[in-house]
C-alpha cells in the first residue's frame, strides 16, 4: 500500500508540474547520448559477473564445486512466466524512463490520461497523459523462482538474428506492432544510426544494418559473418490481421449459410481491414533461399553455428464478422462461424511453418494473445493474483470478441501439444498481460494495447530470453 501511495503522489506531481517538466526533459534528451549510457550500464553489469567467477576458479578442488552448484539458472518458459510485477528498484522518471527500457531519443513514449474523453486527441503535452506513462513504467516482470533472464540488447539481438538466414521475424495485427515498436524504438537513432528501417504501405518494416555505419565492421565481426549479410534485413514486422489469405478463408468459411467467397476486387474495398494477400510465406521463403556465409568471429576466433531463423504468428482481436463476412450477412454469423475460420487459418500456418521447417533451421512461435480488460478504467495498478480478464466490478461485461482470446489460445496450444511434429511452440502471454489491467492505452477507448514504454518490452524480453535458450552460441550475455 505504501508503494501505491507513492505512485499517486507521484501522479498528483506530474498533473501540477509536467508541462514544465516536459519541456525541460526534451531539451535534456537531445543530449544525453543514451545509447553511451546503455552500453556502459550493461559493460559494469557484466564486468562483475565475469569477476565473481573468475575469483571463484582462482581457488581449489571444492570451490570449483561450489562453481558449478553455482552456476545459473536460467528460467525455463514455464518459470518465466510463473512471476509477479514489482516496483522498479529506481524509481522510474522522465530522465531515466529511456535508459530504463533501452530506448533511443527517438522512441515514442506513448499511453493516454485516465479521464480523456472519448474522441480527443490530446497533444503531446497533456499532463496527465505524462503521469500514466511514469505510473505504468515502474513496475518490472521477475519470476518468483529466483531464476535468471536473458537481457535483451540490440547488440546481442543484432548478432543472433545476423546468423539466421531469414532473421528474426513478426507476423500479425497493432498488437505484435507493439512488440516490433520495442525492437525499433531502441535500435534506430537520429540521423545516420547503425540500424536502418524500412516500411512501406503495404506494411511490409523491416530493420538492415547501415554497412556505411564505423560500428558495422565490428557487428559483423562478432557476429562471425560477412558483411554480404547486411543485404539482408535482421529483423522483420509483416503486418497481417488473419495471416492467410482470402482463397484460404474462403475456403475455411464455405458452406457457411451467409458467406460468399469475395469476387469484387481488392478486398479492402469492402472492409478496411481484410487483406486479399498474405506475403510472410513468400518473403519468408526468397529470404530463407539464401545461405549464411560464416567467418570466425573477433573473440575467440571461432565460426560461430548458424542460428534459427526466428518467426512469431499471433492474431485474434481481427476475427469479427464485420471483418470478414460480406457487410449484408455480417449480423448473422455467429462466433462458432468465426471460430471455425480461426481454427482453419491457424491449421494452415501451422502446416506451412512445419514444411518451411523441414529444410531450414527454425524457431517459431505461435503467440498467444495479450489480455485485453473489459471496463479497465478501474484498475490502477498491477494485479498479480489476476488470470481472468473479467472486470472485477462486473464479471459479465462483455467488449468486442475479447473473451475468444484465451478460447483462440486453447485451440493452438491443444493443436501444438498433440501434434508434436508441427514445427512450432506456443508462446504464451497471458500470466504477463492479464495481471496488468491497469496499463492500458487509453483507457477511455482501448482497454486492449498497452502504454508503451512498459508491458510490450516485457513481451520483447520473454522473446529473447526464450530464443537463447534455444541458440546455438553462448555469446548473448556479453556486451562489445
Ligand atoms: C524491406 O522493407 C522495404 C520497405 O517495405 C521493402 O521494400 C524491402 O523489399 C524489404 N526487404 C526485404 C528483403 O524484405
Ligand atoms: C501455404 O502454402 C501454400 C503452398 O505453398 C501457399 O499456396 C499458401 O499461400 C500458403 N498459405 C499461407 C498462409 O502462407
Ligand atoms: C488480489 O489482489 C487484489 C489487489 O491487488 C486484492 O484486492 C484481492 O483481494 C486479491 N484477491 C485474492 C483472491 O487474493
Known amino acids: 500500500m505504501f508503494r501505491y501511495s507513492r505512485a499517486r ?13 516536459f519541456t525541460l526533459s526534451l531539451a535534456h534528451l537531445g543530449w544525453m547520448h543514451q545509447d553511451k549510457i546503455d552500453l556502459d550500464n550493461a559493460l559494469l553489469g557484466w564486468q562483475a559477473q565475469r569477476m565473481r567467477l573468475s575469483s571463484w576458479s582462482t581457488s581449489g578442488g571444492e570451490e570449483q564445486v561450489a562453481l558449478e552448484s553455482k552456476k545459473v539458472h536460467w528460467c525455463s518458459p514455464t518459470e518465466y512466466l510463473d512471476g509477479e510485477w514489482l516496483l522498479r528498484e529506481e524509481e522510474v522518471t522522465l530522465e531515466n524512463i529511456r535508459a530504463t527500457y533501452k530506448y533511443t531519443e527517438l522512441g515514442l513514449l506513448k499511453c493516454r490520461a485516465a479521464d480523456e474523453p472519448r474522441g480527443v486527441e490530446p497533444g503531446p503535452d497533456d499532463p496527465a497523459a505524462w503521469a500514466r506513462i511514469l505510473e505504468t513504467a515502474q513496475y518490472i516482470w521477475v519470476p518468483k523462482s529466483g531464476c535468471k533472464q536473458h537481457s535483451w540488447s540490440k547488440w546481442n539481438f543484432a ?29 534506430i537513432t537520429k540521423g545516420d544510426g547503425l540500424f536502418k528501417l524500412h516500411g512501406s504501405p503495404e506494411r511490409i518494416f523491416n530493420i538492415t544494418v547501415n554497412a556505411n555505419h564505423p560500428g558495422a565492421q565490428m557487428l559483423a565481426e562478432a557476429a562471425g559473418v560477412t558483411v554480404e549479410r547486411f543485404n539482408r534485413p535482421i529483423f522483420n514486422f509483416w503486418r497481417e490481421h488473419h495471416l492467410v489469405n482470402r482463397e484460404d478463408l474462403d475456403a475455411a468459411f464455405v458452406g457457411f449459410e451467409g458467406y460468399e467467397k469475395w469476387v469484387g476486387g481488392p478486398s479492402q474495398a469492402e472492409s478496411g481491414w481484410i487483406w486479399d494477400r498474405s506475403s510472410w510465406h513468400d518473403l519468408w521463403n526468397s529470404l530463407l533461399a539464401h545461405a ?17 531463423s526466428v518467426i512469431s504468428f499471433s492474431s485474434g482481436p481481427h476475427w469479427t464478422p464485420v471483418e470478414l463476412w460480406p457487410q449484408k450477412s455480417a449480423g448473422k454469423v455467429t462466433s462458432e462461424q468465426i471460430f471455425h475460420g480461426y481454427t482453419a487459418a491457424a491449421d494452415r500456418v501451422i502446416q506451412n511453418v512445419t514444411a518451411v521447417a523441414q529444410e531450414h533451421k527454425v524457431l517459431a512461435w505461435w503467440r498467444g494473445s495479450t489480455a485485453a480488460h473489459p471496463q479497465c478504467p478501474q484498475y490502477t495498478e498491477p494485479e498479480n493474483n489476476r488470470t481472468t480478464h473479467h472486470s472485477t466490478r462486473n464479471p459479465e461485461a462483455k467488449e468486442f470478441n475479447w473473451d475468444y482470446f484465451p478460447i483462440y489460445d486453447h485451440y493452438v496450444e491443444d493443436k501444438l501439444v498433440q501434434e508434436p511434429n508441427a514445427a512450432m511452440q506456443f508462446m504464451d502471454l497471458w500470466p504477463l498481460t492479464v495481471t496488468r489491467p491497469d496499463a492500458h492505452l487509453k483507457v477511455s477507448t482501448d482497454c486492449m494495447h498497452y502504454c508503451s514504454p512498459g508491458v510490450p518490452n516485457e513481451m ?18 556479453e556486451f562489445p
Open 9 to 21: 503522489t507521484r501522479a498528483f506531481y506530474w498533473r501540477m508540474g509536467a508541462l514544465v517538466m
Open 159 to 187: 548478432k543472433y538474428c545476423l546468423r539466421s538466414k531469414g532473421g528474426c521475424s513478426l507476423v500479425g495485427d497493432s498488437l505484435a506492432d507493439q512488440i516490433y515498436t520495442a525492437i525499433w524504438a531502441s535500435m
Open 292 to 308: 549464411v556465409e560464416f567467418v570466425p568471429r573477433s573473440r575467440d576466433g571461432l565460426v560461430p553455428a548458424e542460428e534459427n
Open 460 to 477: 520483447l524480453e520473454f522473446m529473447w530470453h526464450w530464443m537463447v535458450l534455444e541458440a546455438e552460441n553462448d555469446d548473448y550475455d
